[in-house]
């Protein structure tokens, strides 16, 4: 079993999300090395003791176990695989843990790449928002090889409360497309549902006391619908991600020869959003379609 405390582990992506993993990991006992894109964003992990590094390659040789939690599949390849990248330094027997969305072939790609330089990685990524990092209750979808997850599982556990392995490198991402392809419908339910409510004449805040515990419950309608009822759009997690993500399902479900008009649907609504320039907002904005009250502009 992997020893947090004193170890040596490096967070890549202090983000909304982000910055919380960091948190507990450095709260348990973890020495965390960090590199972001934007240095700003790790102020406050810097003052509380995180080593900075300018570049991936600066970072990787001082860790046994590597972070990521990067915006796109673009944004991974180039923390990976390019010349200031991770594998141009990281020692052997470094373990990758990826919680970013991200695609599964590049999952199977990096897990690839990483055990021919003696190296391991696990695709892992993340449900539950900005408040699910803050409250170390994550779900983690986890693809790689099942004894590196047995053996990551004390950091798994910091992380997160749902914490299941689903088989060989990439399986996770699909895991994580399933997540998503349900967010895409139950967003849908919740802010038309508010939007009738409103519509109606009913107060919001009991309309939700009374459906959240029946059978039209869901973790967006209890977490995301009192953001919506407040008038609060900021992200725990970004449209503009969330549209990634969409791409990334429809492009895997195209290759098995299966239709999904509903994700299809989702998509083009959230398109039409980031259009607006509401892509950095949360997608709990998808209400914005239907109340005038709320301006798209």
């Known amino acids: ?88 330094t990281a020692k052997e027997g470094t373990i990758f843990i990826d919680f970013t969305t991200s695609t599964p072939s590049l999952a199977k790609k990096i897990d690839q790449i990483t055990k021919e330089k003696g190296m391991y990685s696990l695709d892992a990524p993340v449900s539950g928002g900005d408040l699910g990092a803050r409250e170390a209750k994550l779900a983690i979808m986890v693809g790689g090889d099942e004894e590196i997850f047995q053996k990551m599982s004390t950091i798994f556990n910091k992380l997160g409360q749902n914490i299941v392995y689903h088989g060989v490198a990439g399986s996770g991402q699909h895991v994580k497309m399933c ?60 449209i503009k991600h969330f549209i990634k993500d969409m791409k990334i399902a429809l492009d895997e479900a195209k290759k098995m020869e299966l239709e999904l008009p509903g994700l299809s649907l989702a998509k083009e609504c959230y398109e039409l959003l980031a259009n607006k320039g509401l892509d950095e907002k949360g997608t709990q904005a998808l209400y914005m379609m239907y109340d005038p009250s709320h301006h798209m502009e």
């Not at 970072?59 to 590597?66: T, Y």
């Not at 869901?218 to 992200?235: H, Q, V």
């Open 179 to 238: 997540n998503q392809i349900g967010i895409a419908g139950s967003m849908f339910g919740v802010c038309e549902a508010l939007a009738y409510a409103k519509k109606a004449g009913l107060n919001g805040e009991k309309v939700l006391s009374s459906i959240s515990t029946g059978a039209a419950g869901s973790w967006s309608l209890t977490n995301l619908a009192p953001r919506i009822l407040k008038g609060d759009f900021e992200p725990g997690f970004y």
């Open 1 to 88: 079993m992997f020893e947090l405390k004193g170890s040596n582990i490096g967070f890549i992506g202090i983000g909304v999300m982000g910055k919380s993993m960091a948190k507990h990991l450095m709260n348990a006992g973890a020495n965390l090395h960090i590199y972001n894109r934007t240095k700003e964003k790790a102020e406050e992990l810097i003052e509380m003791g995180a080593s900075w590094y300018n570049t991936p390659s600066e970072l990787a040789p001082n860790c046994e176990v590597i972070i990521t939690m990067v915006g796109f599949p673009y944004d991974l390849e180039e923390v990976f695989f390019n010349e200031t990248g991770l594998l141009t």
